[in-house]
């Protein structure tokens, strides 16, 4: 089966800025990709990438097979939702309705009344009279009315409250777990992501991190603690993550299939939050602690 998405070498500059570096990642169908970077860090520019919204400087894109572009075959295959939700307020979810059925040719009309009506969202009232959650579901119906087989969400739930992010993200699953569908879903919120993720993208500084099945990527990483020594037989092996150091303890977070031997130092396995975020803050040293990084030691 191909890959849901697979990009080689993708760059993307604006001017004298490079919103994305180096971008390969591979994404398997029918998985729930949880896209996850501070701002600024190339995601959105990522998804419009994948989207056919823009075109890469340099490096190459495939989504299922084909090459993103403005063109009704490959749009058809990709529902994309930006993060300001793109309703027309003023009109209604049965006007909305009525629009994607002339836009799209296999649009569900069904799918969206019965979903809406199982969620109490009214059919009648204008899209800005409803509540953030609501116009956020309302949303996302509509796009999987048209029936994608990849679906592309930027920050879909960043403005909801938790119920409402629970309900959305629920959806989302529900949809994927049905089959023929793969979701990547731009988000903030690690622990909401977590729920429903099982394969994890992760930018920093333009540049992809990690990407992998998140049942991978956690096997591969481990917490060692040990008295304060130095690291350098351990990283040759490894590598080095992230390294923190007190006035009798270091403490590493390693990526590295080889298991430690070594009993001055006792293994932990790691969470996902706390991987993410040791990666992310590799340029950003901590105040009551000396911090080293990939490549670094103290």
């Known amino acids: 089966m191909i890959p849901a998405i697979e990009t080689r070498g993708l760059c993307k500059q604006y001017r004298h800025v490079t919103a994305l570096s180096d971008c390969s990642v591979t994404v398997p169908q029918e998985r729930i990709s949880a896209l996850i970077g501070p701002n ?20 190459e894109a495939k989504v299922l097979g084909d090459v993103p572009r403005q063109h009704p075959a490959f ?13 027309y307020r003023r009109f209604t979810a049965e006007d909305h309705i009525g629009i994607g059925a002339r836009l799209n040719r296999r649009w569900d009309a069904a799918f969206v009344r019965d979903r809406l009506r199982s969620l109490r969202i009214p059919l009648d009232r204008a899209a800005g009279s409803l509540s953030g959650g609501q116009r956020a579901q309302l949303a996302l119906a509509l796009t999987l009315a048209k ?38 879903v ?5 622990a909401d992501m977590e729920r429903v993720s099982d394969h ?38 490894r590598t080095i993550v992230q390294a923190t150091h007190t006035d009798r303890q270091t403490t590493l977070l390693v990526r590295g299939d080889a298991p430690v031997l070594d009993p001055a130092w ?16 590799q340029d950003a040293a901590p ?3 000396h911090l080293t990084t990939v490549g670094e030691e103290q």
């Open 40 to 59: 600024g860090a190339g995601k959105t520019t990522l998804l419009r990438l994948l989207a056919g919204l823009a075109r890469p400087t340099s490096g």
């Open 75 to 87: 749009l058809a295959e990709v529902g994309f939702l930006a993060q300001e939700i793109p309703l």
């Open 147 to 184: 029936k994608p087989r990849l679906l592309l969400l930027d920050e879909p739930v960043a403005a909801l409250d938790p119920l409402a992010r629970r309900n959305f993200l629920a959806i989302l699953a529900e949809a994927v777990a049905g089959g023929g569908l793969t979701a990547v």
């Open 186 to 190: 731009s988000s903030h919120l690690l």
């Open 200 to 237: 994890l993208i992760l930018l920093a500084e333009s540049r992809v991190q990690l990407c992998d099945d998140i049942d991978t990527l956690l096997a591969e990483h481990h917490v060692l603690r040990g008295r304060r020594q130095d690291t350098t037989a351990i990283g040759k092996n």
């Open 266 to 281: 006792e293994s932990d396995e790691v969470g996902l939050e706390e991987m993410v975020l040791a990666y992310m803050g």
């Open 287 to 289: 105040a009551e602690s």
